[in-house]
């Protein structure tokens, strides 16, 4: 009876060591590989400034690498997918022409086509885009009472392409895996620093990036029930009211928080020393920081 009750005793055991083991695989995606794919313009593949030559050059520590280092513990099949591109349009991510690298021809094309050959296997989708068809225009270089009329046009234009791309990764996820957009940081704040004609200039950007970011991302965005990262509220983008201690000499020694975070977070603000021009992209801290907006949100959809 002992040597009975001892393999039976043996056998549970077994058998639970069993179930423990198919439940831990369940929860690692049984092995297969799962993925993070990210989407967008140069920030969406870690664009810095190379300090030794001034040139852009994408790197491995982006938002997406902030955000892929973060949930590797907890998904360690998880794999990181950049399909994004430097200088990519609302225009371009549809038509390509900027990037030649996309066996579609376009970068929402590859990305349809990646998603749908891993409808099972994607964990999470991230999109950045619109900044560049900002950039790119010559609204602000208008006579004053001509550039509403232009940012108007340019307004409505980025949110039809960018419902599309949208209306287009909704269909391709289907509900199995989130969407996540991000809106943007003033690139102007800059300005600020050159004085009144220059803090002029980046009062107001401020309003016309604040109008961007609301009426045609956050609308286009949430059209289809895609979460948006709020980076221009972590970089407290319009808040002039706050004045912080700055390392140049008066009036610039104290700043709005805002002018002080873009200097700190990104390469606009360089010193004259280094013979590097102010370069829209962020640094390491400010990936840094992109990344954390990103994962306030999408951690709770993840349930972590």
């Given at each position: ?55 852009d050059?994408?790197?491995?520590e982006g ?5 892929y ?6 998904f ?5 997918v ?16 900027v ?6 021809g ?7 086509d ?6 099972d296997?994607?964990?999470?989708v ?5 900044a ?8 602000l270089t208008?006579?004053?009472?001509e ?16 419902g ?17 957009g ?17 803090q002029a200039?980046a ?6 990036q ?5 009426l045609?991302?956050?609308e286009?965005?949430?059209?289809f ?5 709020d980076v ?18 008066p009036?610039n ?52």
């Amino acid at each position: 009876m002992r040597s009975l009750d001892h393999f039976r005793t043996k056998l549970k055991l077994f058998f639970i060591s069993m179930l423990m083991a198919v439940a831990i695989a369940g929860c690692s995606n049984g092995g297969n590989a799962l993925y993070y794919v990210a989407l967008g313009d140069s920030l969406s593949v870690g664009v810095q400034q190379d300090p030794a030559t001034g040139e852009d050059v994408p790197t491995d520590e982006g938002y997406a690498d902030v955000i892929y280092a973060a949930l590797l513990p907890t998904f360690p099949e998880l794999q990181l997918v950049k399909l994004g591109c430097p200088g990519e349009t609302t225009v371009s991510m549809v038509n390509g022409g900027v990037c030649d690298n996309y066996s579609t021809g376009n970068q929402l094309g590859d990305a349809v086509d990646f998603l749908l050959d891993h409808q099972d296997e994607i964990l999470l989708v991230t999109l950045d885009i619109g900044a560049n068809d900002v950039l790119q225009s010559d609204c602000l270089t208008l006579p004053a009472e001509e550039q509403q009329a232009c940012f108007t046009a340019l307004f409505q234009s980025v949110g039809s392409n960018l419902g599309l791309i949208n209306s287009t990764l909704f269909a391709a996820a289907d509900g199995e895996y989130p969407v996540v957009g991000m809106n943007y940081y003033n690139t102007f704040l800059n300005a600020w620093l050159l004085g009144p004609m220059g803090q002029a200039i980046a009062m107001v950007t401020a309003v016309l990036q604040q109008q961007f970011n609301t009426l045609v991302l956050g609308e286009a965005y949430g059209e289809f029930g895609f979460p948006v990262a709020d980076v221009a509220a972590t970089f407290q983008s319009n808040n002039f009211t706050t004045l912080v201690p700055f390392p140049l000499p008066p009036p610039n020694d104290m700043v709005p928080i805002n002018v002080a975070l873009i200097c700190q977070w990104t390469y606009l603000c360089p010193s004259p020393l280094t013979g590097l021009t102010p370069d829209i992209h962020p640094n390491a801290t400010g990936y840094q920081m992109i990344g954390n907006t990103f994962l306030a949100v999408i951690n709770p959809l993840l349930g972590l």
